[in-house]
């Protein structure tokens, strides 16, 4: 239950996969959403067995990781406000998120690093076989990201059908933008 909450409440992933399904179609958000997949249980994996004590070692690499991360939202953040309309790109000019970027984007993203830093102290029992507990809640999670992706890139695929109208597409870019910009907050407060 935590898995699937935590997986389908807005955040960064279910927004770009969103705007990928709005921007790109269904088919070309897959690999965002296989990236997410295989991405987020390599971070519950890396955390879980000691990357987070790295951090309570070395503060000043968390606060780069937070950098990293903020600047990278509001750059996608900045590319949502500025995005053409969904039929305008078939020039190959842009693209959909790419299994690789999606996958590395979860270690600079602000809810996967809560997630799973919350995630371990609350379902790993350390006097049991923490490895086999790290990779059952890895595996759980890579489950549920599929198909809350899916709902999420759905949404913006029956979004594009209401973004023809030039106005309507603005505002509806406009508000995802500032969604994700706003998901900087979380890094900070």
Do not use: C
Request: charged fraction near 10%.
């Amino acid at each position: 239950m935590f898995s699937f909450a935590a997986s389908v409440t807005p955040g960064p992933n279910n927004l770009i996969a969103a705007a990928s399904g709005s921007r790109f179609g269904f088919r070309q958000t897959l690999p965002q959403m296989l990236g997410v997949a295989a991405g987020f249980p390599l971070l519950v994996i890396a955390i879980g067995m000691g990357l987070g004590g790295l951090f309570v070692a070395l503060p000043a690499l968390h606060l780069v990781l937070k950098l990293a991360g903020a600047a990278y939202l509001l750059y996608l953040a900045w590319g949502l406000l500025h995005a053409d309309a969904p039929d305008a790109g078939e020039d190959g000019a842009e693209s959909a998120p790419t299994f690789l970027g999606s996958a590395a984007f979860q270690w600079v993203n602000p809810k996967a690093w809560t997630v799973a830093l919350s995630v371990i102290p609350t379902f790993v029992d350390p006097a049991r076989d923490v490895l086999a507990q790290v990779l059952m809640l890895a595996l759980v999670f890579s489950v549920t990201a599929l198909p809350s992706l899916a709902l999420w890139a759905l949404f913006g695929v029956a979004l594009s059908q209401l973004l023809s109208e030039e106005k309507l597409r603005r505002r509806v870019n406009g508000l995802l933008a500032a969604s994700v910009a706003a998901s900087v907050l979380l890094l900070f407060f």
